[in-house]
């Protein structure tokens, strides 16, 4: 499986943006970039994902290099809801029905300053 | 929406007992997946469930067993629990090549 490097933590103020960086040179063409976070005592949550344009929910908006070989994760205005571990996931698509595992690290820790 | 629920909640264990953990999705997805995570790690995928009668393992099998008991459940069995198994238990749905929806999870400490 192809990997992704994250950083293990990041501060950012209330109410500012927050760019979360992902890094996942060996990816194929058939990866999608996922991201999922996870609050404290939670399980994860589904954030967003993308092939190769950039995207936007209303959770956040996702950022993919040209080259995609990195990502960012872009959460627009930061609130003391969103301090939580965000994982960055390459995910396959070319897998066959069902084999859709999900291959986690350890993750970037958000924490928000109020 | 109850989406994916696990219980119990929280489980102590002594050496060498068994258990089973249950999961429960109201979401009618195919796949099913058992997850573990240790303190300050990311999930390790045990066991996973492509359809109704189908089980596959993950990552981290040994010392597990799993029953796709129908289409909704999704059990996790403890034949003998070692303290190398304590951890947080995480079960998740999903539909093909769409999001996983993961439970709140059961902590499980074995003495």
């Known amino acids: 499986d192809a990997k992704t490097t994250q950083p293990n933590s990041m501060e950012s103020n209330e109410e500012e943006p927050v760019h979360l960086p992902c890094n996942h040179s060996?990816?194929?063409?058939?990866?999608?970039i996922h991201w999922y976070r996870q609050l404290p005592s939670q399980g994860p949550e589904y954030v967003i994902h993308g092939l190769t344009s950039n995207v936007n929910n209303r959770m956040a908006s996702l950022a993919i290099a040209e080259d995609r070989k990195s990502s960012t994760l872009i959460l627009h205005r930061a609130t003391l809801r969103d301090a939580a571990v965000y994982y960055c996931?390459?995910?396959?698509?070319?897998?066959?029905?069902?084999?859709?595992?999900?291959?986690f690290g350890t993750g970037t820790r958000l924490t928000i300053i109020p | 929406n109850a989406g994916v629920t696990q219980t119990p909640k929280f489980q102590v264990l002594k050496t060498g007992q068994s258990m089973t953990l249950q999961c429960a999705q109201d979401?009618?997805?195919?796949?099913m997946y058992w997850y573990r995570q240790d303190p300050g790690m990311g999930l390790r995928l045990i066991y996973y469930s492509a359809s109704e009668g189908t089980t596959d393992k993950g990552e981290v099998p040994n010392g597990y067993n799993v029953s796709r008991l129908n289409k909704r459940e999704f059990s996790l069995r403890l034949e003998s629990a070692a303290p190398s198994q304590t951890s947080v238990y995480f079960c998740?749905?999903?539909?093909?090549?769409?999001?996983?929806?993961f439970g709140d999870g059961t902590r499980l400490s074995i003495l």
């Open positions: 996931i390459l995910r396959d698509a070319s897998v066959w029905f069902g084999n859709e595992k999900l291959t």
């Open positions: 979401m009618n997805h195919n796949s």
């Open positions: 998740a749905s999903s539909e093909i090549l769409q999001p996983q929806h």
């Open positions: 060996t990816i194929s063409g058939t990866d999608y």
